[in-house]
């Protein structure tokens, strides 16, 4: 029986549906079979960060209400053979589906595959309610700003009322030179709020907006910041022991001379 795990956070705009696509890859990657879910029903993205979206014929909604079997509405996702996605509707709303039918959809999936990674809208209503319905375990997405990190803690609140297991932390978008300068929430400070355990730090990388908008993951390429950092968490996940990253990016004597000179 595969483990299902949801990505929340409370707060929209912090890069759950990022790191949704990023670890489930990452998993199929490192050989796990994985199946994403999208359950942002009307507002569904993961689809598009997949670069997915053109092949969804049945999603989520049509499973639940017995227009479609489970295994028709799952998009196979070609460049990975271990990896799927049960899109989300994008036509109704997110009272098309129920907590008890999104558990038995989950149940389902994880008889077939190692790791279900359900995407969850942002919010605490019915579609909170919906993704967490079948999930064994939490990993709660933040940004280093006080707003996300007081969502964030809200959540963690409402996961332990659901009894999702004790929810683990990915920071995003952390920016190592706003940290020094003291203008954005160090870690140990996001830590000492919310009290849960870390597993991960995503540093803010250009490279991720770009490969959203290309429909390729992130950790397809192997030097950016981001994907190391996504596929560290993906390995911790499976049980191994990976430092975190230096947050500051290592800059060489080439570009330190440009920069000197006052190139680019």
Not at 9 to 24: E, I, R
Request: aromatic residues 4%; glycine residues 8%; hydrophobic residues 45%.
């Amino acid at each position: 029986m595969g483990i299902g795990i949801v990505v929340t956070s409370g707060k929209g705009g912090v890069g759950k549906t990022t790191t949704s696509a990023n670890l489930g890859t990452a998993l199929a990657l490192l050989g796990q079979k994985v199946c994403m879910v999208d359950t942002d029903i009307g507002l569904r993205n993961l689809d598009v960060v997949m670069g997915l979206e053109n092949r969804i014929i049945y999603d989520l909604v049509d499973v639940a209400e017995g227009a479609c079997r489970l295994p028709q509405a799952l998009i196979k996702d070609k460049r990975f053979e271990n990896l799927a996605l049960l899109p989300a509707a994008q036509t109704k709303d997110k009272s098309a589906v129920s907590p008890e039918q999104m558990n038995e959809i989950v149940t389902q999936l994880k008889r077939e595959y190692d790791y279900v990674i359900i995407d969850c809208p942002a919010g605490i209503e019915q579609g909170f309610r919906n993704a967490v319905a079948g999930a064994d375990q939490a990993i709660v997405v933040t940004t280093p700003e006080k707003a996300a990190v007081r969502d964030a803690d809200r959540i963690i609140g409402l996961l332990e009322r659901e009894k999702v297991g004790m929810p683990k932390l990915v920071i995003n978008r952390v920016r190592s030179h706003m940290v020094k300068n003291g203008d954005m929430l160090d870690v140990e400070d996001i830590l000492d709020l919310l009290a849960i355990d870390l597993i991960g730090v995503v540093p803010d990388d250009d490279h991720v907006i770009k490969s959203a908008n290309q429909g390729e993951p992130a950790v397809m390429n192997h030097e950016s910041r981001a994907s190391i950092a996504y596929r560290n968490i993906a390995r911790r996940l499976l049980g191994e022991a990976v430092p975190l990253q230096p947050l500051e990016e290592k800059v060489g004597v080439f570009h330190r001379m440009r920069k000197f000179f006052g190139l680019k």
